[in-house]
């Protein structure tokens, strides 16, 4: 069983800053990509940001410039650190993870896509 369980939403003016952060665990043999998510009332679950287990990242055109991505693989946790933060940022955020699990490390099966539960980020103008 694997759990990623996020931290660190809230409510904060437009220009203020929060972290979010997202923890898993479980019986985990690796985690591959680790990913931020979100979706807003109404519209699709978009992509935020994402980042490999060696460190490279990608962003949402929309978050350049203003959000972090990073992990910590010791403690298989990645953190969202928003800036600049924009009422269109408002949000349920989502944490995603690509896991191999001890089981299928074992049996020789894929990796598989864990989501967190999602943590509400309010961005008020």
């Known amino acids: 069983q694997v759990q990623l369980v996020e931290s660190g939403g809230g409510l904060v003016q437009a220009g203020g800053s929060l972290r979010l952060s997202c923890a898993a665990s479980?019986?985990?043999?690796?985690?591959?990509?680790m990913g931020w998510y979100r979706q807003a009332p109404g519209k699709q679950r978009e992509l935020v940001a994402a980042i490999t287990s060696g460190g490279s990242t990608n962003y949402a055109d929309s978050v350049k410039g203003r959000f972090t991505i990073s992990r910590d693989n010791a403690k298989n946790t990645v953190y969202l650190q928003m800036n600049s933060l924009k009422p269109e940022d408002t949000a349920v955020y989502y944490c995603n993870a690509d896991i191999l699990t001890g089981w299928a490390q074992a049996m020789g099966v894929p990796t598989d896509d864990y989501w967190g539960q999602g943590t509400q980020v309010t961005v008020s103008s």
């Open positions: 479980g019986s985990i043999f690796s985690i591959n990509a």
